[in-house]
């Protein structure tokens, strides 16, 4: 591996901020010059299908998405008018992108940290992957809940778990971002700053479906962290001072000085909902025969009040157990287990 990732991110706000404004620049340039890379919806009606190269995994499987599914999309979109809000959670950020970007943002980006909240965007800056020519990306979230929590009358962190879990918008300055998935992210409705209404014509045949580059995803990750939730919630005070919306918040260099610390301890592997769950249930072997154990002992105890029946007393607990397979609190094995360990002993008492 690189060296790069050892090092700790230092950021120079000041810096940091105008590289920001001349890549947005140097971006509105190159998209007037490198207009031809991007096919319009109108040749797209025509007999061009660069649609196949597009990959999807939203099933856990690649497979091509075709200009059919856009349209479907589009369809349903339509269909439910203003209903269809848009933006994306953090959480979904991560659950519907394919697993090879989320090894990518695992294995070479470390680090994200708030530098900037003005209104609802959230400036965030990474380091980039040893094949990037800059040193690090930026991330710019639109906080969708951000004017609803300034307008709340509970306390600023209390609201700011509101803002980093509700719905989002969200870009990346890297290429990946620019030249695939922008587009995606416009016919999601999730797109922040310029949309993209041009299918994305590219020769690379691995252009795949996800919904943030590997910077995206290791920031989505960290927005939950209490580093981003102190930052948004020094934004929502400091909004409501003011009662100026615009207010803007600035990190301090050892805001992300002390995030690279935490950072290098916390537990910084990306996972999606699904594999949490399984990864709970692994550890949960334990908790199966303790779960087990406990609803034998209330089964037995409630059997000897004679107040219930035994056969009632395990229904009740098999109700309780339902609940927790009903909520994934347990697995279907662990239900499997625990009620066949209460049947017999039912048999035994
Ligand atoms: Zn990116």
Do not use: W
Request: glycine share 6%; aromatic share 4%.
């Amino acid at each position: 591996m690189a060296d790069h990732k050892k090092q700790a991110l230092r950021v120079d706000i000041t810096r940091a901020l105008s590289t920001v404004r001349a890549r947005a620049k140097a971006e509105r340039e190159s998209r007037v010059a490198g207009a031809s890379r991007t096919l319009s919806v109108d040749e797209l009606a025509g007999d061009y299908d660069f649609a196949r190269l597009l990959v999807t995994t939203l099933d856990g499987k690649s497979r091509p998405i075709t200009q059919k599914d856009l349209d479907v999309f589009r369809r349903n979109a339509a269909a439910l008018g203003r209903k269809f809000k848009g933006g994306i959670t953090a959480r979904q950020v991560i659950d519907t992108t394919i697993p090879a970007i989320r090894a990518r943002s695992n294995a070479q980006i470390h680090t994200a940290a708030p530098i900037k909240l003005v209104g609802s965007d959230l400036q965030v800056v990474t380091n980039a992957g040893p094949d990037s020519g800059h040193s690090r990306h930026f991330v710019t979230f639109g906080l969708l809940n951000m004017p609803a929590a300034v307008a709340s009358p509970k306390r600023p962190i209390d609201m700011a778990r509101f803002v980093s879990g509700g719905p989002i918008t969200l870009e990346c300055d890297c290429e990946d971002f620019r030249f695939r998935l922008r587009y995606i992210a416009t016919i999601g409705k999730f797109v922040h700053g310029r949309p993209e209404p041009a299918y994305p014509r590219f020769t690379n045949p691995r252009l795949v479906y996800a919904c943030g580059c590997k910077h995206v995803l290791r920031a989505c990750h960290n927005l939950d962290s209490g580093l981003f939730r102190g930052f948004i919630a020094t934004a929502i005070d400091r909004q409501r001072k003011t009662l100026n919306e615009r207010t803007a918040v600035i990190a301090s260099k050892r805001d992300t000085r002390e995030h690279d610390d935490r950072a290098a301890r916390s537990a910084k592997v990306i996972r999606t909902t699904e594999e949490r769950i399984v990864n709970a249930a692994k550890r949960g072997g334990k908790v199966v025969a303790a779960v087990t154990a406990a609803a034998e002992k209330l089964a037995k105890k409630q059997a000897a009040k004679a107040k219930r029946s035994a056969a009632g007393a395990l229904k009740a607990t098999e109700q309780t157990m339902q609940k927790l397979l009903a909520q994934r609190a347990i697995t279907p094995e662990a239900y499997a287990q625990v009620m066949k360990a209460l049947k017999s002993s039912e048999v035994k008492g």
